[in-house]
Every structure is written in C-alpha cells, then in structure tokens.
C-alpha cells in the first residue's frame, strides 16, 4: 500500500526565503509528526498532529516554524526567513492512533538547503 | 527529560561476524523501545520494537530485549550480512508522543 509521501525531495533556497514542505501521511492514520534530522543535532521532533486536538508544537526551535494539518489529512511545514541553520532533513510520519505502542512509518523526507 | 545513548560509530564488521549495537535510556515511566534504519538512499524504517520490560523484540535475524533494570535495548544479531550496512537509531517513546532518538550508529559490513 501507500507509504507516507513527501514533496518536493529536494529543495534549494536563498536565506531569507520562506518554504513550505507537504507531507501526505498513510491513508486512515489520525497522528502526524515532524522530525528533522541534521548533522548536528540528529534526529529532533518538531510537531504532532493527533486528530482534531491541538498540536503539540514543543519541538518548534523558532517562531520562523509553524505547520499545519487541513482536513485531518496533508500537512504542509512552513519556515519563514529562512537561515543556514535551517539546512537538513525534513521527515514526516504517521501513525495510525498515535498511541504510546503504534508505529510510526516515516516519509523519504526533503532535503532543504539553505543557501 | 527523556534521552537515548547509542553506540558511537562507525562500526565495521566482516560479513558473518556478531554484531551488538549498545543501546541505553532515561526515561520516567515506561516508555516503548525502538530500533529504526536507515539503508542508503532510504528513509526511515521500524526494524523492531519492545513495548514492555523483558519483551523481546525481533526481525530479519536482529534481536533487542527491553532490560528495565540496565534501562538498555541492545540491538544484537548473529551473522551479518552486506546487505546489513546502514545506520541504525535506537529510540523511545515515553508519556510524550514523539520519538527520541539516539545519535545513529553507521554499520558496514564489508564481503
């Protein structure tokens, strides 16, 4: 079946630019999450989406962060005035209830390079 | 808060060699336990999991238990193959949704 799909794969852009990154999770999963992963840090949570409740937004590193989930479904990831530092991975997953147990299955991720 | 050690890498074994990828935790409560690679190339992929203390968690020939009383995961298998090389994440789950992740442990196996 459908895995989790991230658009674009690759994304180069001017600091200072804003970029959006869309995830579409597995058909039927009521959580989402982004993660980020770059030389530095690892592997860093950023945001949760679980159904209809608020985000939880803890993982945020700056307001210049924010995401969305419309339709309990598509997510888009928006970074505004952006930096070098904002250079990495970007990884979606879902998961199918977002319970302590259930797997969450990764997307191939996007690669952002900030220039 | 919460956190993962791994394994500092790179590793690099001969083919058929017994690999353990040491894996420990801090964590309030009970979190579940993962191991995820990454293959080249790829994204992401659960390798196994451990939800409770003493579960033995397993597939494609690797095995990790869940010790509470080390706070450890070690990932373990008994002949590696080529096909093995990628880096490996051992991470946790807690009262918190997210996943924590260790810092990745890089395995080459080399022919």
């Known amino acids: 079946g459908a895995g989790v799909s991230q658009s674009p794969s690759n994304k180069v852009t001017e600091k200072g630019k804003d970029v959006e990154l869309r995830c579409d999770p597995i058909?039927?999963?009521?959580?989402l999450y982004w993660y980020r992963q770059s030389l530095g840090q690892g592997l860093e949570f950023l945001i949760y989406?679980?159904?209809?409740?608020?985000?939880?937004k803890s993982g945020l590193p700056s307001d210049r962060f924010s995401a969305e989930r419309t339709g309990g479904s598509v997510s888009t990831l928006t970074i505004q005035r952006t930096q070098q530092e904002d250079s990495a991975v970007y990884l979606c997953?879902?998961?199918?209830?977002?319970?302590?147990?259930?797997?969450?299955?990764f997307g191939p991720g996007t690669r952002l390079t900030v220039l | 808060g919460d956190s993962v050690t791994q394994m500092e890498g790179p590793v690099t074994l001969s083919e058929e060699a017994f690999l353990t990828i040491n894996c420990t935790y801090t964590a309030t409560g009970y979190p579940s336990l993962f191991w995820y690679v990454q293959y080249p190339g790829e994204g992401l992929q659960l390798l196994l999991k451990?939800?409770?203390?003493?579960d033995k968690g397993s597939n494609k020939g690797f095995e990790a238990t869940y010790r509470k009383e080390t706070t450890s995961f070690h990932l373990e298998k008994g002949s590696v193959q080529v096909s093995d090389s990628a880096v490996y994440f051992c991470?946790?789950?807690?009262?918190?949704?997210?996943?924590?992740f260790g810092q990745g442990t890089r395995l080459t196996i080399n022919p």
């Open positions: 991470a946790l789950r807690g009262g918190a949704q997210k996943l924590v």
């Open positions: 989406f679980q159904g209809n409740s608020a985000p939880d």
């Open positions: 451990a939800t409770k203390a003493d």
């Open positions: 997953a879902s998961s199918l209830r977002g319970g302590a147990t259930d797997t969450q299955y």
């Open positions: 058909s039927g999963h009521t959580a």
